[in-house]
């Protein structure tokens, strides 16, 4: 079945390093692909998104770029703040047919956190 | 415009005791998700609804049961409580014309089974 891995955490870096947190996925067919985000006691954001090979979601100076031919989708971040600290989280769409049309699900990776210091 | 919202936001249960999770779903939206991310993990699909019927299930036993109603709101049932219960409950809602939509998730509710 489809399914994403993450780059274990913790990341820990300074402010204005630069962050990479890898995720890579195995889906039949060209699922879009995405990035959450989720701070400490709240919900899941949406940050990012790519629907076919070779799009590059951007939000907020991260940025990922949807690679077909290695199967990634890596979270990219030129200079971290302090108020980025949070857990990130990789995820697929698999898509489904039902008697009502097609829709879908979201399969997740374990999660990334990342913590920045001062 | 309001988002997903949930409630409880937190509630604690004791074992074998069951429980009820609302939610409802961003205006406009049709289709209503849950998901239960325990400590640690990514959230697990639990089930969808889609015109009041359940759509699709993951891999949870018959314990978890949901329902949802004419104006899309969406409920989480679990019978029988069991200590690895313990987890956020997320609920997420798209709306129609295409799986191309992004799906938005509401704050979730912490349920502790104690």
């Known amino acids: 079945g489809n399914s994403v891995t993450q780059m274990e955490g913790p990341v820990t870096l300074s402010e204005e390093a630069f962050l990479t947190i890898n995720c890579t996925y195995t889906?039949?067919?060209?699922?879009?692909l995405f990035w959450y985000v989720q701070y400490p006691g709240e919900g899941l954001q949406l940050l990012l998104k790519?629907?076919?090979a070779d799009d590059k979601g951007s939000n907020k100076g991260f940025e990922a770029t949807y690679r077909k031919e290695t199967t990634s989708f890596h979270l990219e971040k030129g200079s971290v703040q302090v108020s980025d600290s949070a857990v990130y989280f990789c995820a697929l769409s698999d898509q489904f047919k039902t008697n009502a049309g097609n829709n879908r699900k979201l399969i997740w990776g374990l999660g990334t956190s990342l913590a920045v210091n001062p | 415009d309001a988002g997903v919202t949930q409630s409880p936001t937190h509630l604690i249960k004791t074992r074998g005791q069951q429980v009820t999770l609302r939610c409802s779903p961003k205006s406009g939206h049709d289709t209503v998700s849950w998901y239960q991310q325990a400590l640690g993990q990514g959230p697990q699909f639990i089930f969808q609804?889609?015109?009041?019927?359940?759509?699709q299930r993951g891999n949870f036993p018959d314990r978890f049961s949901g329902h949802q109603f004419p104006n899309y709101s969406s409920e989480l049932n679990v019978n029988a409580l069991l200590l690895g219960d313990s987890a956020l409950y997320l609920c997420?809602?798209?709306?129609?014309?295409?799986?191309?939509?992004?799906?938005?998730f509401g704050e979730g509710s912490w349920l502790t089974v104690v």
């Open positions: 609804y889609y015109e009041e019927e359940e759509r």
């Open positions: 790519a629907t076919k």
């Open positions: 889906a039949t067919g060209y699922p879009s």
């Open positions: 997420a809602s798209s709306a129609p014309g295409g799986t191309g939509n992004t799906i938005y």
